[in-house]
């Protein structure tokens, strides 16, 4: 994790991830065109405004005759028709870019997702989950905030600033000149200004990401949280992470808003000398009061944008850093792809060699040494040995969450790495110590991995599983609805709910990791019972700590440090007396 936040706090390339967001746009280019002239016709009939009120002015003017009071008022007129179809194409406008940014966040967090399930495990054993779904939620939706509103800011200051001071040049080249020096010294100040403020709100969204994950981890572990009473522990350890939130938070904005201001007295500046210059020309009858008035409102529209751009830049700042962090996340390595000879396992027997496999999660620390494993099909393997030894490794090698360092495992007598990724799992059906239920029927729970499983299969897992008098007692049956990670019913029947979903597989090989620890010993025995008569010719690896659960395995390895010690039956290896018979009797003292 360490290593990831350095990333973070590294420069960005702030115009890749302009271009980026600019690809994901120009996929509705119909409406992003439409988009653009909406703004041009919008602002251009804004644009009018200033003239028309100049010419106003000047018609009420004393002269030789009397004041045109018909002349004001259809000048008036026309300023008020011009105002109200330019509010409309904007308020039309707005709209149009809501559904822009829309269909842009929806494909944006559909890339997430969809690149999400195609990373490899390792990725989410080094990533905070809160983290993870802090970037799907709040970061895109930062994105999708700045998309519908910024944007339009922006295009409606490029067209608007362009507009008025052709304007301006047209009423007075003359007073022109003032921004030449008002001008640059606010693109200097805001340029200095969100340079070092960009890293800044780089921070907060990292801090943010951050906070969610301790959230996410302290919710999940509630029960163990209070069982220990940690609670002010936790408090305190929150409070610390909510302060450098909070913190972080505090200084991107602190320094995000200080732009505003700044420009806005620049501008008022220009406005002053305007005001001074415009007074010295009017009395040398080069400038007309209406000429004046005009010049001094198409100053405020041609400064005015340019102080809104200058506040939104700290949203701006906020969305990009929003944004590098996902698409840092969708540019994180896939799952790599099977090779282009890779063929699918068909018709498996489950004859699963591993030959001399050297594995560790870093290049310093092997867990796995030159292991050896032959697992004849139709047999009971058993995996035991004492914590950190290699269990799950070795079934994360199996089923080829990690690939080997080096060695090689076959199926069948073919090289896994040869086989395509998709068969190999379909070729086993696994069950892990924790547990996952989604959401959903007790129905839809177990028949999740079988696609047109039927009623009947599914009871029949569910019999096999020692379950089914159980779900027949639920209020609705296989209708009832488990809520998220099934917390309406004990740890013990939700293992056995994904222990039935396993045996409705039918697959040939059969993983269970620490499958049976929150049931009960008699329940165990009953469930092995039953599994051996739905594993007849197929191929178990079970890993047990209980070791009186495996005594009728066909073969029990034992593992110790990556490596299997001792293998054979419960009698053989009892009689040894060598680190098995050492485990076994550590159970009972």
């Known amino acids: 994790m360490a290593e990831d936040q350095k990333k973070y706090e590294k420069p960005k390339n702030r115009k890749g991830v302009i271009l980026r967001l600019g690809r994901y746009m120009m996929q509705y280019k119909f409406f992003l065109l439409s988009a653009l002239i909406l703004t041009i016709g919008s602002n251009l009939l804004a644009l009018m405004g200033p003239m028309l009120s100049g010419y106003a ?32 194409l904007s308020y039309i406008l707005s709209i149009l870019m809501i559904h822009i940014s829309r269909k842009v966040v929806y494909q944006m967090r559909n890339d997430v997702f969809v690149h999400l399930m195609e990373l490899p495990v390792g990725y989410f054993d080094t990533h905070q989950t809160g983290d993870i779904i802090s970037r799907i939620s709040y970061d895109i939706d ?3 905030t700045s998309l519908a509103n910024d944007l339009v800011q ?120 305007i005001s001074i210059f415009g007074a010295l020309l009017f009395l040398a009858g080069q400038m007309s009061i209406g000429s004046i008035s005009s010049f001094i409102l198409y100053s405020r529209k041609f400064s005015g944008p340019i102080n809104e751009a200058a506040n939104i830049m700290s949203e701006l700042q906020s969305a990009l850093a929003a944004a590098e962090r996902v698409f840092y996340m969708i540019d994180e390595p896939a799952e790599v792809s099977d090779r282009k000879e890779a063929v699918a396992l068909s018709d498996v027997k489950g004859d699963v060699l591993l030959e001399n496999v050297n594995f560790g999660y870093t290049k310093e620390q ?14 009971l393997v058993a995996i035991v040995g004492p914590t950190g030894a290699g269990k799950t490794t070795l079934i994360n090698l199996l089923m080829r969450f990690y690939d080997v360092q080096s060695g090689h495992i076959e199926v069948d007598n073919q090289e896994i790495c040869h086989v395509t990724r998709s068969s190999l799992r379909k070729a ?15 129905f839809e729970n177990i028949a999740y991995g079988k696609q047109g499983a039927t009623l009947e299969e599914v009871t029949n897992a569910a019999k096999a599983a020692k379950i089914h008098s159980y779900i027949k007692r639920l209020p609705q049956g296989y209708g009832t609805i488990l809520t998220d990670e099934g917390t309406n019913i004990s740890k ?33 025995q009953q469930i092995q019972q039953a599994m051996r008569k739905l594993m007849e010719n197929k191929t178990c690896f079970v890993i ?27 009698k053989e290896l009892m009689d040894q007396k060598g680190f098995y018979y050492q485990l076994y009797r550590a159970q009972f003292e």
């Open 154 to 273: 922006i295009l409606t200051t490029f067209i608007t600033v362009i507009g008025a001071f052709a304007m301006m040049i047209a009423i007075s080249p003359k007073l022109v000149l003032i921004f030449a020096f008002t001008v640059p010294l606010s693109i200097l100040l805001t340029k200095l200004i969100t340079g070092k403020t960009r890293p800044l709100f780089r921070l907060r969204s990292r801090k943010l990401g951050e906070l969610n994950g301790f959230v996410e981890e302290m919710i999940t572990g509630q029960k163990t949280l209070k069982a220990y009473h940690q609670e002010e522990n936790t408090i305190q350890k929150f409070d610390e992470r909510n302060a450098e939130a909070v913190e972080a938070y505090y200084r991107a904005e602190y320094y995000g808003s200080v732009v505003g201001p700044a420009v806005n007295f620049i501008n008022n500046l220009s406005l002053a000398l």
């Open 57 to 88: 002015i000047d018609a009420i003017e004393p002269g030789p005759g009397k004041v045109v009071f018909s002349r004001v008022f259809y000048y008036a007129g026309l300023m008020v028709l011009f105002y109200l179809f330019s509010s409309i």
């Open 366 to 379: 092997m867990i796995i040494k030159g292991l050896n494993l032959h697992a004849v099909p139709g047999k």
């Open 492 to 524: 013990g029947q939700k293992q056995l709910l994904t222990i039935a979903r396993a045996m409705l597989l039918n697959a040939p090989m059969l993983i269970l990791d620490e499958a049976t620890s929150n049931v009960d010993t008699r329940t165990e």
């Open 428 to 442: 086993y059906a696994m069950v892990l110590q924790d547990t996952w239920l989604f959401q959903g029927t007790v």
């Open 142 to 144: 930062t994105v999708n």
């Open 544 to 570: 047990a700590h209980r070791l009186s659960t495996i005594q009728n395995a066909d073969v029990i390895l034992v593992v110790n440090h990556g490596e299997i010690v001792e293998q054979g039956t419960h």
